[in-house]
């Protein structure tokens, strides 16, 4: 079943029908003013943080499931009927209501129709600034004359912070004060506190946000949650709509709200248009203000504008048509949205991460980082600096460093016990990444202190992370498992060993020795030869299972993922970072693949183990919480599927990686959307696998790291555009019955206008590039022969 389609010219998703089997949502703003938005116009607005800085509240994991929002109540005076602007929250039937809602880059439309009035919400947070519009335009499709009256809704938190707000409420429901300040609303908090604005974090301070309007004149307001709902009412049912208006009611305790009340009247035809302006300050300067630049609608429009070439300017930096459209619309648009998504909000907000996660994971985050860096280069240069400085002295990491909080060189050092033993490692997927994309070799030598004491050149302290996991290895010479790998649930105990981990440690030393070579650091790449030899024949000796490689070892020996092992027997992660850590062979590589085919394989994707966990002491794994086929237990977990892809590219095998590719990608889903039931344009953690009924259907959208690796595979390994050191290698893995792809990449601000050309039906093996009309004589192009505009072909063998 379809609720929508991809218009890939706006670079917008478009639901047809309301009542799709989840919320559908996007995001707007910025990582200062973040604000999610669903297809029924539910969601919450935040400043900087969503577990420090809520303002609006949404009530999660009810139903319906995204309640409240950002509401219109359209109310016909005459008729004493009422609807909202969005489907929900009134819920008319269907038949008679009709809506359409656009998500697009940062901003969201709804549209809808009924009994004869026209509404168009446009939603979006102007460029740079923190607050939000809600500009309606309403237009009169009837033969008579039609008297409504509109009504905003919002509801505000008592505190910014999360926690407090939804369960300290002996506390917060007393500190929130509501005001009506020339017909703006002032919502304060904690209003008799002197604010502290260099102190972000502490909750106790005043703060304000605004709510005003534009366009029309006031004729009522409630600031009053249960004034306007009734204390019996509900959101599709309001007190003050059945009444037909407000009661200027202004709260002082208790819980707020932001209602303004206008009336308008429509001859037939005729079209009006509103704007609401919400956001951070007090009533009388920030909300004034935000009213000043609003002169007029054409102004909204303006800022429109802007906010869509910014988004689209940005997004134009890597596209690509191929024969695949579907592919086309998650490359071009919502592949790199949701990875610029994932990075700016981390796990923190979305309609299942609630905001009680803040924070930036360690491991997350740096890989987060690898689908934005062509984006947004400088940003991202600031935030891996930020999670450099997150490494501790010893070269491990702090399992989460605070955006607002972080001292580098003042933080206490975690617990031995608290180290995560994949955290760091994670950088040498990042780093490289990020000089390679901007040719910024200098990085390498720049200083940065370690989060508790003393400071490195970038360069060692990608030493000192392998230093970390070499010094602490176990009895087979593989590094320990501490706290955790990636896998959060496999109990591997400080001394057990971590086979993944392994394979990670010689991408490691793999990647170091590319990096001692280029800065001509002799001594430091002949240290990491050795330890990879050393490595290596360790993975040999104790890391091979006999038809695939283990997942780990426990203390006392006991293995994960072997044969010997009667659930979670194979692991998926070991096969394919075998092959993208370069330790085994193309011959075993493909063995290797072969058997993760056989054992791993459903209709939506690689199984992350196999078979599930049900008898497993959950002290050995503990996956056994969850039920199985979901999560870490047999799931088809998606952040593992763009290795799996990478690995067969590697391979060479194109086929098999497209295959695996478009098991998990999103779009694909967009004509059984009943099946995997969340939204079609956006990647997800994980996809029920064939152990649970549910099979197929996804969960957890937005904020995973399968989105950045979904893109790396894509545009790396798929389409095989690899950025190096001084230039570029184009060296595509794509299926055979690909006959021509044309991609545009801007590369250190040249663009590249490349034309693979596939006529013999191969998967990969490039035959020869024409580069502005001469021949190069390998897969690679020197930086030097780029020039501002370049004509590339590439022929597949
Ligand atoms: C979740 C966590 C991530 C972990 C993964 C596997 O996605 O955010 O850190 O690696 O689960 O357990």
Not at 311 to 335: I, K, Q, V, Y
Not at 506 to 514: G, K, M, N, P, V
């Amino acid at each position: 079943m379809k609720f929508g389609y991809f218009d890939d010219r706006k670079k917008e998703y478009v639901i047809t029908r309301p009542d799709t089997p989840k919320s559908w949502s996007n995001y707007l703003g910025s990582t200062e003013y973040g604000a999610i938005i669903t297809n029924n116009a539910g969601g919450y607005s935040f400043y900087k943080s969503a577990a420090q800085g809520r303002f609006t509240r949404l009530r999660f994991n009810s139903i319906p499931m995204d309640q409240p929002g950002r509401y219109f109540y359209i109310y016909d005076i005459d008729k004493k009927d009422f609807w909202s602007a969005s489907w929900q929250p009134v819920g008319k039937p269907l038949e008679k209501f009709k809506s359409e809602c656009r998500h697009g880059t940062a901003y969201t439309v709804i549209r809808s129709e009924y009994d004869d009035i026209v509404s168009e919400t446009l939603y979006f947070v102007p460029l740079n600034k923190n607050y939000e519009y809600w500009h309606l335009k309403l237009t009169n499709r009837d033969t008579e004359k039609r008297k409504l009256r509109i009504f905003t809704y919002v509801e505000y938190a008592n505190n910014w912070n999360i926690q407090q707000d939804m369960n300290n409420l002996q506390y917060s429901q007393f500190i929130i004060k509501m005001d009506v300040i020339d017909n703006i609303i002032d919502h304060g908090t904690n209003v008799f506190m002197p604010p502290r604005p260099d102190d972000f974090q502490y909750s106790d301070q005043a703060r304000h946000t605004f709510l005003a309007l534009s366009g029309s004149k006031i004729t009522g307001f409630d600031t009053d949650r249960e004034a306007f709902l009734g204390t019996y009412g509900n959101y599709s049912k309001p007190l003050a709509l059945e009444r037909g208006f407000c009661s200027n009611s202004i709260a002082v305790g208790d819980n707020g709200c932001g209602v303004l009340q206008t009336d308008i009247a429509l001859n037939p035809g005729e079209t009006k248009e509103l704007t609401v302006v919400m956001g951070i300050g007090k009533a009388e300067e920030e909300g004034r203000k935000a009213l000043q630049e609003l002169s007029h609608p054409d102004k909204v429009y303006a800022e429109f504008r802007k906010l869509v070439d910014y988004w689209h300017n940005r997004l134009e930096g890597l596209t690509a048509e191929t024969p695949d459209e579907l592919f086309n619309s998650m490359f071009n648009t919502w592949n790199p949205y949701n990875c610029m998504i994932t990075y700016s909000w981390s796990r923190a907000a979305s309609l299942v991460y609630s905001g009680e996660r803040d924070g930036l994971g360690y491991r997350d985050t740096v890989q987060d980082m690898l689908g934005v860096l062509h984006l947004i280069p400088d940003e991202a240069r600031e935030r891996l600096e930020l999670m450099i400085t997150g490494q501790t002295s010893t070269g491990g990491a702090m399992p989460v460093v605070k955006p607002f909080a972080h001292k580098p060189g003042c933080e206490t050092r975690p617990d031995e016990r608290e180290y995560r033993s994949d955290d760091c490692l994670w950088l040498f997927n990042t780093i490289p990444a990020y000089v390679k994309e901007t040719g910024d070799v200098g990085f390498y030598n720049k200083i940065l202190p370690y989060s508790d004491e003393g400071e490195d050149t970038v360069f060692m302290h990608l030493k000192r992370a392998i230093e970390f996991n070499l010094k602490r290895s176990g009895k087979h010479g593989l590094p320990c498992g501490l706290a955790a790998d990636w896998n959060d649930c496999l109990q591997l105990g400080h001394d057990g060993e971590s086979v993944f981990v392994a394979f990670q440690l010689r991408y490691a030393l793999h990647t170091f020795i590319e990096i001692s070579d280029l800065l001509g650091e002799h001594s430091e790449k002949q240290w990491a030869l050795s330890h990879l030899n050393n490595l290596d024949e360790n993975i040999k000796k104790y890391g091979w299972d006999g038809e695939w490689f283990l997942r780990a070892y426990r203390a006392d020996g006991l293995k994960f993922g072997s044969k010997e092992n009667d659930e979670a027997s194979i692991f998926l992660n070991p096969q394919s970072w075998s092959i993208i850590s370069r330790h085994v062979n193309q011959e075993e590589g493909i063995r290797i693949m072969d058997t993760v085919k056989n054992r791993l394989l459903t209709d939506y994707g690689l199984l992350i183990c196999d078979p599930p966990v049900e008898n497993t002491d959950p002290n050995v794994n503990k996956s056994r919480v969850f039920n199985k086929g979901m999560k870490e237990n047999a799931s088809i977990f998606n952040h593992t599927q763009g290795w799996a892809v990478i690995a067969e590219a590697i391979l060479g095998r194109g086929n098999i990686a497209y295959d695996y590719y478009k098991r998990f990608m999103p779009a694909r889903y967009n004509d059984t959307a009943e099946i995997r039931e969340i939204e079609p344009y956006v990647y997800s953690q994980f996809t029920h696998s064939k152990y649970s009924p549910r099979y197929g259907a996804s969960r957890l959208p937005w904020l995973t790291g399968t989105a950045s690796w979904a893109y790396f595979a894509a545009s790396q390994y798929i389409l095989g555009l690899q950025p190096d050191y001084y230039g570029i290698k184009i060296s595509p893995c794509i299926p055979s019955y690909w006959n021509k792809v044309s991609v545009k990449r801007i590369f250190r601000k040249k663009l590249l206008d490349i034309t693979i050309l596939n006529n013999n039906k191969k998967e990969c093996g490039v035959k020869q590039i024409i580069l502005n009309g001469e021949k190069i004589e390998s897969d690679f192009i020197p930086i030097t022969k780029l020039k501002e505009t370049n004509q590339i072909t590439v022929y597949i063998e």
